[in-house]
């Protein structure tokens, strides 16, 4: 591969580099998940709560794998300082086996999943789902190389082009009555797209090189970040694995969508900017500069977004739901409106990781994520007694229980103090405080009204008092924002 992942470029413009990547980054998956969930509303009005659920038994089954695909050992090339082309090499050799067993170790767990939930379909999904696996290695490698210069541009263009071949795909199965099986091509066909753009993109293939000797430090890293992955599997992944032996497929697909969808922020924007984040972070590291500053100033601007959009989600479930999902979804709303209010302790534990990983001390992520393994499970065994307004109630309690956890490990170790934290988080809590009320007030007063029109009426109204709140009491802070997506 060509030399834009080898070497890193000048320090000069470092923060105009970070704001780039940035603006690459994130605005792609902005208009990405605008191609998405464009698609997600047609396609969901075409299939069934119980293809949901099926899809949803598959996926879990594919996240417990997914921790072993190799791309911690990819990532040990964005946090190294220097890296050679027979470094490149093992890594992809790293990548290539791991995925080639991780392909038939699904290919053989396939039967005994579909024993475990009792529905036969699931061992064929997860056949032609071990596909995937084969992409990996030509995904992850390009990525880091490109990622450790902070170079999102072409990534960015390759992400949007692999939303519109996954949108169509989908769209194009469910129109013809595939059912279930629109959800199964779609990233297949994504991820085939987005392997063969990276590799284009970063000049090429290398030569895999399977003697790993002199490879420690990658196996080291890489297997710190690796057990990361499957603690943060258990603890995401437990709630389905758990539900999917109580629930039936229709209660499992309405909790799946409802999930699906308050994730939309934490699982869909908060990873491109920790990918931004963490080459950033590792920077500054390796030039003997503090990280505080930094991620406090990263976490205030994502806070500000983070948390309204939450809070919003949960004030206006109801007519969001009626307006795009339909009336065989409406159960989906208390769950949807339930979870949300839990995710902004989730956003705020999500972002610590990149601070860390970029000191080197990846055992901090470790042992969160450790903790999340714990907590989130239990909860959820507790829940699932009591429907999918248990699980709700599960999230409620193990949300901030885990956030505590991981503030306390990570704000040391970054030299961050807790009051400093919340000094940055004030604005975010004030103006959700103020938006709630306000939308709370004008709900009693437009329940009459059609649920498209409802919406709209109680977004806008959100949005403008939490912008308001924010100039009112911080007007410097508002300006600063918008100056910063001016220059970009």
């Known amino acids: 591969m060509s030399q834009p992942g080898i070497a890193m470029d000048s320090p000069s413009g470092f923060g105009d580099r970070v704001r780039s990547a940035v603006f690459w980054r994130w605005g792609s998956q902005i208009l990405a998940q605008i191609i998405t ?3 997600t509303i047609m396609v969901v009005r075409l299939l069934d709560p119980h293809d949901y659920g099926l899809f949803a038994m598959t996926q879990a089954i594919l996240a417990a794998l997914n921790f072993l695909n190799g791309y911690s050992f990819a990532t040990s090339l964005i946090q190294s300082k220097e890296v050679d ?14 995925n080639l067993l991780l392909a038939g170790a699904q290919l053989l767990l396939a039967p005994l999943a579909a024993g475990y939930y009792g529905q036969p379909m699931v061992a064929d999904l997860l056949r032609v789902q071990a596909i995937i696996y084969l992409t990996t290695p030509f995904i992850a490698l390009p990525a880091s190389l490109l990622a450790r ?31 279930v099986w629109a959800l199964v091509w779609a990233p297949i066909a994504m991820f085939a797209t987005r392997a063969l753009g990276l590799t284009l993109a970063a000049g090429g293939l290398v030569r895999p090189v399977f003697d790993f000797r002199g490879a420690r430090e990658i196996v080291g890293f890489g297997t710190a970040l690796t057990l990361c992955q499957l603690f943060w599997i258990v603890q995401s992944q ?73 809070v919003g989600l949960s004030l206006v479930a109801g007519p969001l739901v009626t307006t795009f999902f339909g009336p065989k979804w409406l159960a989906m709303i208390p769950i949807v409106a339930g979870l949300a209010l839990a995710m902004p302790l989730m956003a705020l534990q999500i972002v610590c990781s990149p601070a860390t990983n970029a000191l080197g001390r990846p055992g901090i992520y470790l042992f969160t994520n450790a903790s999340g393994a714990v907590i989130m499970p239990v909860c959820f065994f507790y829940g699932v007694a009591s429907g999918p307004e248990g699980l709700v109630v599960a999230w409620h309690v193990a949300a901030p229980l885990l956030l505590v956890v991981t503030l306390a490990a990570t704000l040391p170790a970054i030299g961050v103090g807790l009051l400093e934290l919340g000094r940055a988080l004030l604005p975010a809590a004030t103006g959700c405080g103020t938006m709630a009320a306000a939308v709370w007030l004008l709900d009693n007063r437009v329940l009459a009204l059609p649920a498209p029109l409802q919406l709209a009426l109680l977004a806008a109204a959100g949005a403008t008092v939490y912008g308001g709140t924010l100039w009112l009491l911080w007007p410097g802070l508002v300006r600063q924002t918008w100056a910063m997506l001016r220059r970009n």
């Not at 931004?276 to 030039?287: Q, R």
């Open 37 to 39: 969930w464009t698609t």
């Open 85 to 98: 082309e027979r470094r490149i090499g093992q890594v992809f050799g790293l990548l290539i086996l791991s």
């Open 149 to 179: 210069g902070l170079h999102f541009r072409t990534q960015a263009l390759v992400n949007l082009i692999c939303a519109a071949v996954g949108a169509s795909v989908a769209l194009a199965l469910a129109w013809a009555g595939y059912g």
């Open 238 to 310: 437990s709630d389905i694995i758990i539900a999917g032996r109580s629930f039936d497929p229709h209660d499992l697909g309405l909790y799946s969508e409802a999930l699906f969808l308050v994730l939309i922020f934490t699982g869909r924007f908060l990873p491109p900017l920790n990918e931004v984040a963490f080459p950033a972070y590792a920077e500054l590291n390796n030039a003997g500069k503090p990280l505080g500053p930094a991620f406090v100033s990263g976490v205030r601007m994502i806070m500000l977004i983070a948390a309204p959009f939450y």
